[in-house]
Structure formats: structure tokens, C-alpha cells
């Protein structure tokens, strides 16, 4: 089993966190407002979860999620992370969480933000595609028919596979998509990220699944 340390523990990253202690994970959860303000998660999670520091939840996770509004990436501790495995769950929505100066003038693109500040981690880009209430509603067992896949992609392949195995133990596939760039292909508003939505209910409506062949399909849609 894991420790996986989650930078925030709000509506993404509490979903998660719920699907890594089911799994039998530990989970180290940090926010902004601070540890005691999680003691209520914390309680919900039971005894694999505890709260903390973002630079303590950095240091004790094998794996790091980075779950937060993307204008504050400058502040998920680089030191702690140094040579670890970072999953980014980041979309970049400047009218919902606000704009960031490097990505509005060009100097980088959304994809590479979080890597380009986190210069020694292997950032793995993976469950930025799931609304977070479908998140525990579309996780399935392995071997079942209706399993969902989450596109993943990062430029180290061993860290691919440590958050290829953490996604199986968290109830999907993942379908690796090639170096962090490629993420592009799964921003917000491609075909990939709407298809877990039920078009009729969008974001009101259960998920639907999507397996590994209806998103690879979707994925092609993104030259
Ligand atoms: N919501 C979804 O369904 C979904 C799905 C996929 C991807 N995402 C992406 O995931 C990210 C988080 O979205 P969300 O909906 O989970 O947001 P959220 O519910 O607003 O939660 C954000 C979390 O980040 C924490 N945080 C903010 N600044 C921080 C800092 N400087 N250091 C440490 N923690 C900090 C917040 O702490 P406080 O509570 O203390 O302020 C909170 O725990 C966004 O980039 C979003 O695009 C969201």
C-alpha cells in the first residue's frame, strides 16, 4: 500500500483521498486554511487519514496529488517533492479560478506548469478529466465491463506506471496518452474531458462510463 499526500483537499481532492483509503491507502491531507480546519474530512476518512502541512503531506506521500486552483501553483513546496511522483489534476479555467501571468502571455503553455515549477518531480497529469462527484460514482473493480479509463500523460514512463497502478487500486484504467504535452488533448472542453458527462444532464446527471477504446477514440478528435 501507499501513502499518497494530497497539496489541497477540496472537492477533487477529498474524492480522491475517499477512493485511495477504500483502496487501502494512507493519505496525508493538507490545504491552505491549515490542519485543523480538515478535522472533519479527516473523521469522514477514517483511520488512513490524517491532516498536515502542504510541505508535510509532500514529504510523507510516495505519491503527491496537487489538487488546487492553478493560480496558486507557485506555492506547492518544490523541496519536499524533489525526485517524487506528482499527480496534477490541474485545468486551467482563468474565468473560474483566475488567470495566471506565465500561461496568459505565453511563456507556458497550461500542460507544463505545474512540471515547469516542480523541475525535479515526475509530474504525471491523470484525473483532471472526472468531475469530482462522479469520481467515487464511476470507480469499478477491475475486470468490469463498464470500467472507465482516465487519460494520463507525463514525460517519465516510470512514473506512468506508478500512477497507472495507483488508478487500478483506485477503481480505473488510464490510457497513456505520451509526454505531459499531450495533456492538451484532454483540457478542458476536448471531447475527452466531456465524456464521462451525460449530455442531457451534464453535471447534474450520474457519470457515464467510458472505457479505454471510447477514449482513446475521443482523444483522436485533438490533432
Ligand atoms: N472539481 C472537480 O470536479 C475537478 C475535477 C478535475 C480537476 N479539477 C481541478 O482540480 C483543482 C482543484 O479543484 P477543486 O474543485 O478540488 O477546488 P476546491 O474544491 O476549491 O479545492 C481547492 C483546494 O486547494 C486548497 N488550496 C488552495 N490554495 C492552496 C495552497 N496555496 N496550498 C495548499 N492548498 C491550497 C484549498 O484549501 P482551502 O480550502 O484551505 O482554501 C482546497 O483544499 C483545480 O485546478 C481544478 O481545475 C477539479
Known amino acids: 500500500m501507499t501513502t499518497i499526500g494530497f497539496i489541497g483537499s477540496g472537492r477533487i481532492g477529498s474524492a480522491l483521498a475517499q477512493l485511495a483509503v477504500g483502496a487501502g491507502h494512507d493519505v496525508v491531507l493538507s490545504n491552505d486554511d491549515g490542519p485543523a480546519s480538515l478535522r472533519d474530512l479527516v473523521a469522514r476518512l477514517g483511520s488512513r487519514a490524517r491532516a498536515a502541512t502542504p510541505a508535510e503531506a509532500a514529504a510523507a506521500g510516495d505519491v503527491v496529488v496537487v489538487a488546487i486552483p492553478v493560480r496558486a501553483y507557485r506555492q506547492v513546496p518544490a523541496e519536499p517533492l524533489r525526485g517524487k511522483v506528482v499527480i496534477d489534476t490541474l485545468n486551467y479555467d482563468p474565468a473560474r479560478q483566475g488567470s495566471v501571468p506565465e500561461i496568459e502571455n505565453g511563456d507556458t503553455p497550461p500542460p507544463l506548469l505545474l512540471q515547469a515549477h516542480l523541475k525535479d518531480s515526475f509530474v504525471v497529469k491523470a484525473f483532471s478529466t472526472v468531475f469530482f462527484k462522479h469520481l467515487p460514482e464511476l470507480a469499478r473493480p477491475a475486470g468490469a465491463p463498464d ?30 496518452v505520451g509526454p505531459l504535452a499531450e495533456s492538451r488533448r484532454f483540457a478542458p472542453g476536448t471531447p475527452a474531458q466531456l465524456a464521462y458527462l451525460d449530455p442531457d444532464g451534464m453535471f ?14 475521443l482523444l483522436d478528435e485533438v490533432n
Open 147 to 176: 470500467r472507465s479509463a482516465v487519460p494520463i500523460a507525463g514525460d517519465d514512463a516510470a512514473a506512468k506506471t506508478v500512477v497507472a497502478g495507483m488508478s487500478e487500486s483506485l477503481g480505473y484504467d488510464t490510457y497513456d
Open 204 to 217: 447534474t446527471a450520474p457519470g457515464r462510463p467510458a472505457g479505454v477504446a471510447e477514449l482513446a477514440a
